[in-house]
């Protein structure tokens, strides 16, 4: 759908695609409204703020403002999102089978805060994405990297059969969370961060079963505040999607 001003559409979040207990993913919202503002074109990427959670099962309210687009519940605003002008800077490529073998570190395998999340939870396999950050070995350029092979579930397509940006934009997302996970002396926080700004571009399509490397680094902080940056690689390192996210760390 292409953005037009005034136009106002329902949006219902699915509860399988939830992110935190009882709301949605943020990649994947983030991706559904970027996806209302390109119409399926990958011109420009979209910087996209959630500013509440999103509610599952629920109908929202999505309205385009100009070149914006908000979602609404009420006379609440939860998220909005508008295309920018900027070039995102994606981590380096790792190879899928580093990417796959980095898996065996992801550090959820052993007490995951949010086990339930479409993106990286501890779903069952076509179920959600299951993509496990890990941390790689000897990366080529010396940064901490965290990656996952991404194994594209058959389930995840449209009704034309096409994975749509949503799932892209799921798969950006909660690998630059998990790139924060080193910087903690003690490996976990209280309560987890919580996705406050994503700014994503797809550049090509994901096919379903296809192999990709999910790739994400830390990329700084400021008090609560955690930055990172993300992308999805072919097996042969065409970068298909990249992504630049900014974290919530909850008052402890």
């Known amino acids: 759908m292409t953005a037009a001003a005034g136009l106002q559409t329902v949006l219902t979040v699915p509860k399988r695609f939830r992110g935190p207990e009882g709301t949605a993913n943020g990649g994947w919202i983030a991706g559904t409204l970027a996806g209302t503002l390109t119409g399926g074109g990958h011109d420009s990427p979209v ?47 790792v190879r899928f089978t580093d990417a ?45 990297l965290v990656a996952a092979g991404w194994r594209v579930p058959f389930n995840v397509t ?23 996970y080193r910087s903690f002396p003690d490996r976990r926080p209280i309560q987890p961060p919580l996705l406050g700004r994503l700014t994503g571009q797809v550049f090509r399509r994901v096919y379903p079963m296809g192999r990709y490397s999910v790739v994400a680094r830390a990329e700084g902080r400021d008090g ?29």
């Open 47 to 93: 910087e996209v703020t959630l500013r509440r959670p999103v509610p599952l099962e629920t109908a929202l309210s999505a309205e385009h403002v100009g070149n914006a687009v908000v979602l609404s519940q009420g006379d609440g605003h939860l998220v909005e999102a508008i295309p920018v002008a900027e070039t995102l800077t994606p981590p380096p490529f």
């Open 100 to 144: 796959a073998r980095a898996e065996a570190g992801f550090p959820g395998r052993n007490g995951h805060a949010i086990a339930g999340c479409f993106a990286c939870g501890l779903r069952e396999p076509g179920d959600g994405l299951r993509i496990f950050p890990g941390p790689v070995e000897d990366p080529a350029d010396g940064a901490e």
């Open 158 to 180: 449209d009704e034309q059969g096409v994975v749509p940006d949503s799932i892209v934009w799921a798969a950006l997302d909660c690998a630059t969370g998990w790139a924060h």
């Open 224 to 252: 609560r505040k955690l930055f990172g940056t993300s992308a999805v690689y072919e097996v042969d390192g065409t970068l298909v999607a990249a992504a630049k996210a900014t974290w919530i760390l909850p008052r402890q």
